[in-house]
């Protein structure tokens, strides 16, 4: 199975870069990272030390739903490309486990596909979710956290 990792789509950092505002209508906060789990949310690479970031509100969702989950994520202050989507990203390899969840293609939760995995493992558990005709996609979030990392669909 191919997998492609979709990250935040380029119109929304785009738009974020130029002032736009999060998800809870605020101005991302302006920080330089020290280097240490920094990840961009846009180009899935960690924001190196001494580089500006942002620090925002994110709902990565189409719709306001109650299983439109939002929260903080980082990505880069300045702008940068987007990642090759069939390699695996370098923000997943930077925790020893994630947590994954199905998403179906209405975007709500697939009951019963949630678990946190090692990252050694998070591809074979991605490919055994997508497997299942209700699953059109899962997220990847922090184990530690819940913090949204990227989506992973099928190519």
Not at 74 to 86: N, V, Y
Request: glycine share 8%; proline share 8%; with cysteine.
């Amino acid at each position: 199975m191919n997998l492609r990792y979709i990250p935040m789509p380029d119109e929304e950092a785009r738009r974020l870069w130029q002032g736009g505002r999060d998800a809870y209508g605020n101005r991302p906060e302006r920080r330089i990272s020290d280097g240490e789990g920094v990840p961009c949310r846009h180009c899935l690479r960690n924001v190196d030390a001494g580089e500006p970031y942002l620090i925002l509100a994110y709902r990565p969702f189409s719709s306001v739903q109650p299983y439109a989950e939002t929260g903080p994520i980082f990505m880069h202050a300045e702008e940068c490309g987007p990642p090759d989507a069939h390699s695996f990203p370098p923000i997943l390899s930077s925790s020893k486990d994630y947590l994954l969840r199905g998403y179906s293609a209405d975007e709500r939760i697939v009951y019963g596909t949630g678990g946190v995995i090692a990252a050694e493992k998070l591809e074979q558990r991605a490919e055994e979710l997508l497997e299942r005709p209700d699953v059109a996609y899962v997220h990847v979030r922090s184990a530690k956290n819940n913090c949204y990392q990227c989506r992973i669909e099928t190519a």
